[in-house]
């Protein structure tokens, strides 16, 4: 079974900046973030490849940035100019072609 693990998650004022990290147990190929706010469908946030490639979702561009650590399995997600509208509950999901894992949440609160 492999252990996904977020950190970095807390209470930020809007404005501010945080950032997040998830470490998987072994290498995946495919790694990102997701966010799920009360009564809302979870969306994707940011992925990013074993190669680099990106996606990042248009209601974060510009201010959301998404890379990765191979050597230690880890991909972070550097938040900016955080809004209130980005609260949620953000998932690390890492998968390969057969499998897909996903952490257990942290908490991204922005608020005055």
């Known amino acids: 079974q492999v252990q996904v693990v977020e950190s970095g998650g807390g209470l930020v004022q809007p404005g501010g900046s945080l950032r997040l990290s998830c470490a998987a147990s072994?290498?995946?190929?495919?790694m990102g973030w997701y966010r799920q706010a009360p009564g809302k469908q979870r969306e994707l946030v940011a992925t990013?490849?074993?190669?680099?490639?990106?996606n990042v979702a248009d209601s974060v561009k510009g201010r959301f940035s998404i890379s990765r650590d191979n050597a230690k399995n880890t991909v972070y997600l550097q938040m900016n100019s955080l809004k209130p509208e980005d609260t949620a509950v953000y998932y690390c999901?890492?998968?390969?072609?057969?499998?897909?894992?996903w952490g257990q949440g942290t908490q991204v609160t922005v608020s005055s």
């Open positions: 990013i490849t074993s190669g680099g490639t990106t």
């Open positions: 999901k890492a998968s390969n072609p057969l499998y897909t894992y």
């Open positions: 072994t290498t995946m190929y495919n």
